[in-house]
């Protein structure tokens, strides 16, 4: 490879690196502009209420199917790793732990990116497509206030929801399959787990989760949808990059809250 | 003392990037109460051109003057009191989907109006009536044919009574019946609100036969103006192979390519 | 669908969200003994805390009475002190005797409160006079050496 093409490479990656980097730039711009002008939103609050239903009402059953399947398995893997050790008595904590510290926010986080993300993604970018936002424009309103910010507060409020929802069914699919399937002890499940589950630390740092997740899941489609290529083929790359970015940036911020809330608070 | 046109575009010229310019030096007034025509091949810059009388762009030298004021100079709020002013129906209609065609009608009133719910319901069918489409008021965009999408978003468009309307390629798609329902609408509602229309259009014949007064552009400016009867029988290269629709002439039938021969990979002669 | 239909189903949405949070608050976690009643605080110096961590239970015979709230390191006399939040409806005497004890064999480790026969109660800001340390594995492990050893030589004598 000669030295003008070693070059040449570089500069793309450069480009490519600082064009993502304006991307960001831009995005964080367009999330302020939304949420100053959030106003709308929330005086006429049927708007977001009908972006709740599209985000989190049509979202619940594979939510739920979900959780129960992921707590089931939990229950099973869990029963036969723990009842090596002559611990079986405590699966209850096992499948609490994991799911209310962990799988509940991030798992309940992937499906919303993928089920209700790529959703607001492709109606916002299909409505750019058809020019009804340079309409709305035209008409003196804001599409940012009347289209944008409303999916994002639905988005905003579902996801805990979602999460808690996720981690119920978990507990109680941990319940059903270790309990009344395998035949640990009720009072020994509920107890232990209820012992060592903290309200504070373990269940309130998995709601928070599920808010930043929320949050990030949510500026990411409504951006990709309101920045796509204003083409059918636009819009399916914009959905894709939603799906992508958000499971990206969920697992990623996982790491960051998982270390800042569940590591060093031992005293 | 006569009055100010309604929309002055005073020495425009306008690019994405400085290099390549997509309108050069436009000069343009209209008239309160005409429907006016501006017309060019596909890239000849009208639709940039209605952008910047939207003022959804700001000209990077002259001034664009639109109902009194100079777009580049607005703020967001002057824009959108200027916007309340003015009617645009798009190319193919941009109804809002989620919407039945009522509700689409009744959204600019809705959320500029605080008008009482009845006295909507009364504006959105007068509206309805004047496009002829008031028992479709419950259908939903995706139910209507093309023709019938234009109305609703004509309908539309003027649901505020505007005094300036703006069209962007009305006639595209249409079959010879909405055609003439579109002719005769853009003519009717124009005379009876009181308004002024623009019209940016590639379909000749039809758009010459309901408009007052014609701008004709070619990569990027104005090369010819006039009354419908002046532009038919203009001497100028371009309008006469347009308006006749020759397929070859000052625009050439062939793409640039090299020579034939060549391309066909015969030897040489 | 019209809106009614929508506020309906968002309603029913809202309302299984905070069951499940208050479901994952009670049955699954600690709200259930989280105190919202009166407590007052006292105070108690060990020599080795083991593993007893903040939050951690204060029992009395077997009951849980009270938290762990703070657990500091007194620089003048080297010891552990260990705050406690007990329960207002329980007093205990003032020659109480706190020790670091474990659930089960290798469970976590709580303080255990084991009531004197003093007529005077402890009030707020007390110390505990009479204290236990935890025990730790490695020293029970060289004691059990030790004595193993000492054992070995006076059979030898």
């Known amino acids: 490879m000669s030295l003008a093409t070693l070059r040449a490479r570089i500069e793309r990656l450069g480009a490519a690196m600082s064009s993502y980097v304006w991307r960001i730039g831009y995005a964080s711009r367009f999330l302020f502009y939304m949420l100053v002008h959030s106003g709308t ?67 309940a986080g992937l499906l919303f990116a993928s089920r209700a993300g790529s959703a607001i993604t492709a109606e916002i970018g299909l409505m750019k497509a058809t020019e009804q936002l340079s309409a709305m424009e035209m008409m003196a309103v804001d599409p940012v206030a009347r289209v ?72 990411i489609a409504v951006f990709e949808g309101y920045d796509a290529v204003p083409t059918a083929e636009g819009v399916s790359r914009a959905t894709t990059r939603t799906v992508v970015t958000s499971s990206l940036a969920i697992l990623a911020l996982d790491f960051v809250l998982t270390a800042l809330m569940f590591t060093g608070t031992e005293k | 003392m006569p009055q100010e046109p309604i929309v002055e575009i005073r020495n425009v010229s306008f690019g994405y990037e400085a290099a390549r310019p997509v309108l050069r030096d436009i000069d343009l007034a209209i008239e309160r ?34 109902l009194g004021h100079a777009t580049a100079e607005l703020e967001r709020d002057g824009l959108y009191a200027m916007r309340r002013k003015m009617g645009m129906l798009f190319q193919f209609g941009a109804l809002f989907t989620d919407m039945s065609v009522f509700e689409n009608v009744a959204f600019p009133m809705r959320e500029h109006g605080g008008l009482p719910e009845e006295v ?40 505020l009574d505007p005094q300036l309307i703006l069209y962007d390629e009305p006639f595209t798609g249409l079959d010879p019946i909405s055609f003439g329902v579109i002719v005769r609408l853009i003519r009717e509602l124009n005379d009876s609100l009181g308004a002024t229309s623009v019209i940016v259009t590639h379909d000749v014949q039809e758009a010459l036969g309901v408009v007052d007064y014609v701008y004709f552009m070619a990569a990027g400016r104005v090369i010819a103006k006039g009354t419908p009867d002046e532009i038919r029988s203009s001497p100028e290269p371009f309008v006469n192979q347009f308006v006749n629709g020759k397929p070859d002439g000052p625009v050439p039938f062939h793409y640039p390519a090299p020579d034939y021969r060549a391309d066909l990979e015969l030897a040489p002669a | 669908m019209n809106r009614s239909t929508i506020d309906l189903w968002v309603g029913v949405f809202v309302v299984m969200g905070f069951v499940a949070l208050i479901f994952l608050a009670l049955r699954v976690g600690n709200l259930a003994s989280f105190s919202t009643g009166q407590t007052y605080k006292i105070e108690a110096k060990f020599g080795n805390i083991g593993g007893l961590k903040v939050r951690g239970p204060v029992k009395s015979a077997g009951v849980v009475v009270g938290r762990v709230v703070d657990v500091r390191f007194d620089n003048e006399s080297y010891e552990a002190v260990v705050l406690m939040d007990i329960e207002q409806g329980y007093q205990f005497p003032r020659d109480t005797t706190a020790k670091i004890l474990t659930s089960g064999i290798l469970g976590e480790q709580y303080v255990g409160l084991e009531a004197g026969g003093d007529a005077k109660m402890l009030a707020g800001g007390d110390r505990l006079r009479l204290t236990q340390s935890a025990v730790v594995l490695e020293n029970l492990i060289s004691q059990f050496l030790f004595n193993k050893a000492a054992e070995g030589k006076d059979a030898a004598k």
């Not at chain 1, 999916?151 to 808690?164: D, N, Q």
């Not at chain 1, 059903?176 to 009072?187: E, F, P, R």
């Not at chain 2, 139910?143 to 649901?159: F, K, P, T, W």
Request: aromatic share 8%; with cysteine.
């Open chain 2, 120 to 159: 909507i319901h009364d504006l959105v069918m007068l509206k309805l009536q004047a496009v002829g489409l008031r028992g479709a008021a419950h259908l939903r965009p995706t139910e209507l044919s093309g023709g019938m999408a234009r109305r609703v978003a004509l309908a539309r468009s003027i649901a």
């Open chain 1, 148 to 219: 944008v910010a409303p999916r994002f507060w639905g988005g905003v409020i579902s996801m805990p929801l979602l999460a808690a929802l996720f981690s119920a069914m978990g507990v109680f699919g941990g319940y059903l399959v270790g309990v009344q399937l395998i035949g640990v002890d009720a009072g020994a499940f509920w107890s232990q787990m209820q012992a060592a589950v903290d309200l504070r630390n373990d269940i309130l740092n998995g709601v928070y989760k599920s808010i930043v997740f929320g949050i990030a899941v949510t500026w």
């Open chain 2, 33 to 66: 109460g005409a429907v006016v025509g501006i017309m060019g091949q596909s890239g000849c810059g009208k639709t940039t051109l209605l952008r910047i009388i939207m003022g959804a762009l700001a000209p990077t030298r002259g001034e664009a003057r639109v």
């Open chain 1, 41 to 107: 939103a929330l005086k006429r609050f049927h708007l977001t209420i009908a972006e709740i239903y599209f985000a989190g009402v049509l979202s619940l059953i594979i939510i739920l199917v979900s959780g129960l399947f992921v707590g089931m398995v939990l229950g099973l893997q869990g029963y036969e790793t723990l009842q090596r050790f002559g611990a079986s008595e405590s699966l209850g904590v096992l499948v609490a732990l994991s799911l209310v510290r962990e799988l509940g926010p991030v798992v």
